[in-house]
């Protein structure tokens, strides 16, 4: 076992010896973004920066390639530590993308440009041999792109993978092989595999219909289903008429044939009636189905041995996004994929458990903060209805005023003598009232002088403050009333005016009926 194990081991560091590193870029360092060199064929791209966004899994494999303006073009072109022929090679670029931002609309793939590239001239229109990478616009817009540029055509696979696009790291993985096999990969898990030739319409069909064949005389090529020939019509099948007059219905007694025209009883539907009868559809024996001319060898078709070869020398970013914050970083491409999956290990699978715990946390510490705001809206509001509920209650003392207020003028209008006892009454009252508050001022004042003795200097203070607090309220309550008693005296005055104004409108009533009298009175002389 232990020789085994030993065998196995050294296999592992011989393939990763052999192994050849073309670009790797982690961006553990700060100045490792200069190496992607900007295009100056437009001055309105968006900036780039090392970042290790709001959440990662680990610090040490955090950092990556952040889009940072909204709504821009980007196009940055780095160079490959060599030239990248795969002939004869796999070929594998593998990186990965964070959409930190909550992608609504923008691209996150690479393109992999060849060796005569003017980094300065890059833009949409440059020449390139992959382009690999998801791209997600809307929540219908969503495709990873696999283009393969086959004799200066770029082609789409046909098959349309769907991207990540969540706000965590993904990794994608693109494997072209030297026997023109392939495998797309997302986040180690296989999404599309098998021939090149089979997903993107690069080379002519192997077999095509042979232009020579022809259809046979007899062929019967429809219907598929016929009606039964011995299927009968039942005896007592019903086929019409769907409706008939109701049997039940009589014409009306008040029924006029020549005013109301011909009657006729109301239409009911038939309750025998089954429907037009059509015979059962059995399969047609002599159906054969749709021909097709057999298939043979298409002369044009030739096995190209170049099909899975690129010549790569850059690796670019040319997109568009609408909101920025995408993250690109753990770009690889190597000829091995052994070592790809062991660096995707490394740099991603080992911390997708502490990214996700990560983003949980803030999640979780935002929606903490959002309930304390909305629990926070809501207190504010109670106390604002019993703000609005203590202004309602002062109203209605007022208005308690007002009516006091009234009553007094009532008692204005009584006559002398009722005053006069009235008076007298309110004077005996008056004096209970004087002897009953005069106690209670001495007690207040033994009080006041007992806490006088107990209190510090400090307590003597509050207490002026509150009796300063307590005289302002007064004043308060005291210009309410005040103004209460002003509003119901003009209430009072403009009864007055309106009982004058109704005297007035009574008497002009009167005289006018006076004049109608008199008119009568002329019209019958």
């Given at each position: ?16 010896a052999?192994?050849?590193?073309y ?22 791209i ?6 290790n ?12 390639l ?10 940055y ?15 594998i670029?593998q990186f990965t993308?964070?959409?930190?931002q909550?992608?609504?609309c923008g691209?996150?793939?690479l393109?992999?440009l060849?060796p005569t590239?003017e980094p300065?001239?890059?833009?949409g229109?440059s ?10 616009c ?26 990540r ?31 090149i030739?089979?997903f ?25 289903m ?14 019409g008429?769907?409706t008939l ?11 006029d ?12 539907a ?10 059962r ?5 002599e ?14 078709y ?24 995408t ?12 070592y ?13 458990e ?9 999640d979780?510490e935002e ?15 109670e106390e604002?209805k ?32 009722e ?20 106690d ?5 004042k033994?009080?006041?002088e007992?806490?006088e003795?107990a ?9 002026d ?13 005291a ?8 509003a119901?005296?003009?209430?009072k ?17 009167a005289?006018?009926?006076k004049?109608?009298?008199?008119y ?6």
């Amino acid at each position: 076992m232990r020789c085994s194990f030993a065998l196995t081991t050294l296999a592992a560091l011989a393939s990763s010896a052999l192994a050849r590193v073309y670009f790797e870029e982690t961006f553990s360092s700060p100045e490792s973004i200069d190496n992607f060199k900007p295009s100056k064929v437009r001055d309105d791209i968006g900036s780039i920066k090392v970042s290790n966004g709001k959440w990662y899994g680990s610090e040490e494999h955090a950092a990556g390639l952040q889009l940072v303006d909204d709504a821009r073009f980007y196009a940055y072109a780095a160079k490959l530590k060599r030239p990248f022929n795969s002939k004869g090679k796999d070929f594998i670029v593998q990186f990965t993308v964070k959409y930190e931002q909550d992608i609504d609309c923008g691209g996150a793939y690479l393109k992999l440009l060849p060796p005569t590239l003017e980094p300065e001239k890059f833009d949409g229109d440059s020449e390139y041999e992959i382009m690999f990478g998801p791209d997600i616009c809307g929540s219908t817009n969503r495709r990873v792109h696999a283009i393969i540029n086959y004799n200066n055509t770029n082609n789409q696979i046909e098959k349309v993978i769907q991207p990540r696009g969540d706000q965590l790291s993904h990794q994608y993985t693109f494997w072209i092989r030297a026997d023109k096999t392939f495998e797309i990969r997302i986040d180690n898990k296989v999404q599309e595999e098998g021939k090149i030739e089979d997903f993107w319409k690069v080379l002519p069909d192997k077999q095509v219909p042979d232009p020579d064949a022809k259809k046979p005389e007899d062929w019967v090529d429809g219907p598929a289903m016929i009606e039964d020939p011995e299927d009968k019509k039942p005896e007592d099948w019903v086929d019409g008429p769907a409706t008939l007059p109701d049997p039940d219905a009589k014409k009306p007694e008040d029924w006029d044939d020549d005013m109301d025209g011909d009657w006729e009883a109301p239409v009911i539907a038939n309750p025998d009636y089954k429907g037009e009868w059509k015979p059962r559809s059995i399969k047609n024996p002599e159906y054969k189905g749709e021909w097709t001319a057999p298939l043979v060898d298409n002369p044009d078709y030739d096995e190209d041995e170049d099909l899975a070869v690129f010549n790569v020398g850059y690796v670019g970013l040319d997109i568009w996004t609408v909101k920025a914050g995408t993250i690109f970083s753990n770009i690889l491409i190597t000829d091995d994929f052994d070592y790809a999956s062991q660096f995707g290990n490394t740099t991603w699978a080992e911390n997708v458990e502490g990214e996700i715990a990560a983003k949980k946390a803030i999640d979780d510490e935002e929606a903490k903060k959002l309930e304390e705001e909305r629990k926070a809206k809501e207190a504010e509001k109670e106390e604002e209805k019993a703000n609005d509920k203590d202004k309602a209650d002062e109203l209605e003392g007022d208005d308690e005023v007002v009516e006091k207020r009234d009553g007094d003028d009532e008692l204005e209008d009584k006559p002398a003598d009722e005053e006069d006892k009235t008076v007298k009454e309110e004077d005996m009252e008056g004096v209970a009232e004087e002897d009953t508050e005069s106690d209670l001022v001495e007690d207040v004042k033994e009080e006041a002088e007992e806490k006088e003795e107990a209190q510090e200097a400090d307590e003597k203070d509050e207490e002026d403050e509150k009796i300063a607090a307590k005289k302002a309220r007064d004043e308060e309550k005291a210009a309410k009333r005040a103004a209460a008693k002003e509003a119901a005296e003009k209430a009072k005055q403009a009864a007055k005016e309106a009982a004058e104004a109704a005297r007035k409108a009574e008497e002009a009533a009167a005289e006018a009926e006076k004049e109608d009298e008199k008119y009568d009175a002329h019209d019958e002389l």
